[in-house]
C-alpha cells in the first residue's frame, strides 16, 4: 500500500506539477494586473463587511470557513517538515506561491461565486459547479466532485487527526486512541449541525486562535531579536542555492516550499470556492478577493510564524537527499510539529509542548469541519432528490471514521495519503479556472469599473454576456428584496 501511495505522490508532485503551480500563479498575477498588490484595501474592507442572509452566510463567515481549511496543520507541521527536507530556503518559496497564488485564489473563488446555485434554501458552488455550468464538461466536474468527495473525507482529514493526536500524546501523555474519540464526539456534534454551525464556531475559534500563535511568535522572535538578519539571509540564500550548507538542495527547497505552501494556503486546489460560494454578496469579485485575503493570512502570518520560531531558536534538523542529515540541531524529534513544540520549549520551557497540542487541536478540527463542508457540498452536487440525506448522513459517517483512523496510525502514511488527495485536486482544479479564466477577468474589470464610477459594485451576467450564471440571472434580485422586506418589517 505504502508503495502504491508513494508512486502516486511521485506522479502528481513532479516537476511539471510545480511548474505548473507557479506558472498558473504567475499568469494570473500578470492577467489580473498584480490585484493581489492592487486592491490589499478593498481585500480587508470587504472582509468585514457584509451580513449573512437565509440563505448565505457573511463575507467574513465565508471567510473564517476558508480559513478553517486553510489554518491547520499545514502551518504548524507542514512548514517544520517543509524545513526538514527542504531546508530554510523554503520558507521563501512558500511565500512565493502564496503571493502569485492570492491571484489563482481569486480566480476560482470568483468562478464560484458566478455559478453558486440555491439549493434547498442554501447557497451552494465550487468547481464541480463552474465546471459544469462554464465549461460545460459535465464528466469532469463529476470526476472533480468524486475526487474531493474522496479527498476530503477519507484521505486529508486523517492528517489533521494524527497531527493532534501525536502532540497531545507528546504534550500529556493521553493515548491517540483517547484523543481519536474525543475528536469524532466534537466534529460530529458541529458537523450535524450544518453549515451555519460550521460557520458559527470557525468565525470564533480561527481568528481567537491564529492571533494567539502569531502573538507567541513575536514573543520569541523578540526573545532572539539579534538573530533576525542571520535567519533572514538564511532563508533567502538557502532559496537561490547561495548558502554553503544546503547549496545543494535548491531543487528540493522550491518542491517542498510549494508543495507545503499550497497545502498550507489552498490558492488554486479548489477549496477555498466552496466557502466563497455560500457568501452573501452583491458582486462575485468581492468574494474573490476576500478569499485572495485568506491566503496572505495563511502562510504570509501564521506559516511565518512557524518558521521564525524554529529558524530563531535553531530547533531544525535538514535531511540530506542522499541520507543522513546536513543539519542536525535536534536529535530524536521527527520532522513535524515536534520541531514547533521544541522551539517554543527552548525560550518558554514547560510550554511549548501543551501550547501546540491546543493550537494543533484547534486549527486542525476547524480544518475537518471546513473539509466536510466541502464534501457535503459535491455530494449536494452528485446527489440530488430523495437520496441526498441519506448521501449526507453516509458521509458524516465516512468522515468521523477517517479521522479516528487517522489518529492512531503512522503520520508518514497519514501525510502520504493527503498528498495524493491534494494533487488530485491541484491537477482538476488548475486545468479548469486556466479555461474559465476570460470570464473571471470580465467580471474583475467589471468590478473595477462600477468602483472607478463611486458605485458598490453590483454583478449583472447578461451586461457582461456570462451565460448560465442562473442564481444571478434569475433570483438575486427577489432574494434582495425579500431580505430588505424583512429588515423593514
Same mark, same amino acid.
Request: proline content about 3%; charged content about 10%.
Given at each position: 500500500?505504502?508503495?502504491?501511495?508513494?508512486?502516486?505522490?511521485?506522479?502528481?508532485?513532479?516537476?511539471?506539477?510545480?511548474?505548473?503551480?507557479?506558472?498558473?500563479?504567475?499568469?494570473?498575477?500578470?492577467?489580473?494586473?498584480?490585484?493581489?498588490?492592487?486592491?490589499?484595501?478593498?481585500?480587508?474592507?470587504?472582509?468585514? @463587511? =457584509?451580513? @449573512?442572509?437565509?440563505?448565505?452566510?457573511?463575507?467574513?463567515?465565508?471567510?473564517?470557513?476558508?480559513?478553517?481549511?486553510?489554518?491547520?496543520?499545514?502551518?504548524?507541521?507542514?512548514?517544520?517538515?517543509?524545513?526538514?527536507?527542504?531546508?530554510?530556503?523554503?520558507?521563501?518559496?512558500?511565500?512565493?506561491?502564496?503571493?502569485?497564488?492570492?491571484?489563482?485564489?481569486?480566480?476560482?473563488?470568483?468562478?464560484?461565486?458566478? !455559478?453558486?446555485?440555491?439549493?434547498?434554501?442554501?447557497?451552494?458552488?465550487?468547481?464541480?459547479?463552474?465546471?459544469? $455550468?462554464?465549461?460545460?464538461?459535465?464528466? !469532469?466536474?463529476?470526476?472533480?466532485?468524486?475526487?474531493?468527495?474522496?479527498?476530503?473525507?477519507?484521505?486529508?482529514?486523517?492528517?489533521?487527526?494524527?497531527?493532534?493526536?501525536?502532540?497531545?500524546? *507528546?504534550?500529556? +501523555?493521553?493515548?491517540?486512541?483517547?484523543?481519536?474519540?474525543?475528536?469524532?464526539?466534537? /466534529?460530529?456534534?458541529?458537523?450535524?449541525?450544518?453549515?451555519?454551525?460550521?460557520?458559527?464556531?470557525?468565525?470564533?475559534?480561527?481568528?481567537?486562535?491564529?492571533?494567539? !500563535?502569531?502573538?507567541? +511568535?513575536?514573543?520569541?522572535?523578540?526573545?532572539?531579536?539579534?538573530?533576525?538578519?542571520?535567519?533572514?539571509?538564511?532563508?533567502?540564500?538557502?532559496?537561490?542555492?547561495?548558502?554553503?550548507?544546503?547549496?545543494?538542495?535548491?531543487?528540493?527547497?522550491?518542491?517542498?516550499?510549494?508543495?507545503?505552501?499550497?497545502? +498550507? *494556503?489552498?490558492?488554486?486546489? =479548489?477549496?477555498?470556492?466552496?466557502?466563497?460560494?455560500?457568501?452573501?454578496?452583491?458582486?462575485?469579485?468581492?468574494?474573490?478577493?476576500?478569499?485572495?485575503?485568506?491566503?496572505?493570512?495563511?502562510?504570509?502570518?501564521?506559516?511565518?510564524?512557524?518558521?521564525?520560531?524554529?529558524?530563531?531558536?535553531?530547533?531544525?534538523?535538514?535531511? +540530506?537527499?542522499?541520507?543522513?542529515?546536513?543539519?542536525?540541531?535536534?536529535?530524536?524529534?521527527?520532522?513535524?510539529?515536534?520541531?514547533?513544540?521544541?522551539?517554543?520549549?527552548?525560550?518558554?520551557?514547560?510550554?511549548?509542548?501543551?501550547?501546540?497540542?491546543?493550537?494543533?487541536?484547534?486549527?486542525?478540527?476547524?480544518?475537518?469541519?471546513?473539509? !466536510?463542508?466541502?464534501?457535503?457540498?459535491?455530494?449536494?452536487?452528485?446527489?440530488?432528490?430523495?437520496?441526498?440525506?441519506?448521501?449526507?448522513?453516509?458521509?458524516?459517517?465516512?468522515?468521523?471514521?477517517?479521522?479516528?483512523?487517522?489518529?492512531?496510525?503512522?503520520?508518514?502514511?497519514?501525510?502520504?495519503?493527503?498528498?495524493?488527495?491534494?494533487?488530485?485536486?491541484?491537477?482538476?482544479?488548475?486545468?479548469? /479556472?486556466?479555461?474559465?479564466?476570460?470570464?473571471?477577468?470580465?467580471?474583475? $474589470?467589471?468590478?473595477?469599473?462600477?468602483?472607478?464610477?463611486?458605485?458598490?459594485?453590483?454583478?449583472?451576467?447578461?451586461?457582461?454576456?456570462? $451565460?448560465?450564471?442562473?442564481?444571478?440571472?434569475?433570483?438575486? $434580485?427577489?432574494?434582495?428584496?425579500?431580505?430588505?422586506?424583512?429588515?423593514? @418589517?
Amino acid at each position: 500500500m505504502e508503495q502504491i501511495v508513494n508512486w502516486l505522490n511521485d506522479v502528481l508532485w513532479s516537476t511539471p506539477m510545480i511548474i505548473f503551480c507557479l506558472g498558473v500563479g504567475l499568469l494570473f498575477s500578470i492577467l489580473t494586473r498584480f490585484l493581489q498588490v492592487r486592491h490589499l484595501k478593498d481585500m480587508v474592507k470587504l472582509t468585514f @463587511s =457584509g451580513k @449573512s442572509s437565509s440563505a448565505g452566510i457573511s463575507s467574513f463567515q465565508a471567510l473564517a470557513i476558508a480559513l478553517s481549511g486553510r489554518v491547520g496543520t499545514g502551518n504548524i507541521a507542514g512548514t517544520a517538515t517543509a524545513i526538514a527536507f527542504g531546508g530554510p530556503g523554503a520558507v521563501f518559496w512558500m511565500w512565493t506561491i502564496a503571493f502569485i497564488g492570492a491571484s489563482s485564489a481569486f480566480i476560482e473563488s470568483t468562478l464560484a461565486q458566478m !455559478y453558486k446555485e440555491k439549493q434547498n434554501g442554501q447557497y451552494r458552488g465550487g468547481p464541480a459547479y463552474y465546471i459544469e $455550468k462554464g465549461i460545460g464538461w459535465k464528466w !469532469y466536474a463529476v470526476i472533480f466532485s468524486v475526487a474531493t468527495i474522496l479527498a476530503m473525507s477519507l484521505l486529508m482529514p486523517g492528517i489533521q487527526a494524527n497531527s493532534i493526536a501525536v502532540a497531545v500524546e *507528546n504534550a500529556f +501523555s493521553v493515548s491517540t486512541s483517547v484523543t481519536g474519540l474525543i475528536l469524532i464526539v466534537v /466534529i460530529g456534534i458541529i458537523i450535524f449541525g450544518g453549515v451555519k454551525r460550521i460557520a458559527s464556531v470557525a468565525q470564533y475559534v480561527v481568528p481567537f486562535m491564529a492571533v494567539a !500563535y502569531i502573538l507567541l +511568535s513575536l514573543i520569541i522572535v523578540l526573545v532572539n531579536i539579534t538573530g533576525l538578519p542571520a535567519v533572514i539571509g538564511l532563508i533567502f540564500s538557502s532559496a537561490f542555492g547561495a548558502d554553503a550548507a544546503f547549496g545543494g538542495i535548491i531543487g528540493l527547497a522550491i518542491s517542498w516550499g510549494v508543495k507545503r505552501g499550497i497545502y +498550507s *494556503n489552498e490558492a488554486g486546489q =479548489g477549496t477555498g470556492p466552496h466557502a466563497a460560494a455560500a457568501a452573501e454578496v452583491s458582486h462575485p469579485a468581492k468574494q474573490g478577493l476576500v478569499q485572495s485575503f485568506s491566503v496572505y493570512i495563511d502562510t504570509l502570518l501564521v506559516c511565518s510564524a512557524t518558521a521564525f520560531m524554529i529558524l530563531f531558536t535553531g530547533m531544525y534538523n535538514v535531511e +540530506s537527499p542522499s541520507g543522513g542529515f546536513i543539519v542536525n540541531y535536534i536529535s530524536e524529534i521527527p520532522a513535524g510539529a515536534g520541531y514547533t513544540q521544541a522551539a517554543i520549549e527552548s525560550v518558554l520551557p514547560g510550554f511549548g509542548a501543551s501550547f501546540v497540542a491546543v493550537a494543533l487541536f484547534f486549527f486542525a478540527f476547524t480544518t475537518i469541519m471546513a473539509y !466536510y463542508y466541502m464534501a457535503e457540498t459535491n455530494i449536494a452536487y452528485l446527489i440530488r432528490g430523495k437520496f441526498n440525506k441519506l448521501g449526507m448522513f453516509l458521509l458524516k459517517v465516512v468522515l468521523l471514521l477517517a479521522v479516528f483512523f487517522g489518529a492512531v496510525r503512522e503520520a508518514d502514511l497519514a501525510w502520504a495519503f493527503g498528498d495524493v488527495g491534494l494533487g488530485l485536486m491541484v491537477w482538476l482544479n488548475l486545468i479548469a /479556472i486556466l479555461i474559465l479564466a476570460k470570464p473571471a477577468l470580465r467580471v474583475l $474589470k467589471d468590478y473595477e469599473a462600477q468602483k472607478k464610477q463611486g458605485i458598490d459594485p453590483v454583478f449583472d451576467p447578461k451586461k457582461l454576456n456570462i $451565460k448560465n450564471a442562473d442564481y444571478w440571472e434569475h433570483e438575486y $434580485k427577489e432574494d434582495q428584496k425579500e431580505n430588505n422586506d424583512k429588515l423593514s @418589517s
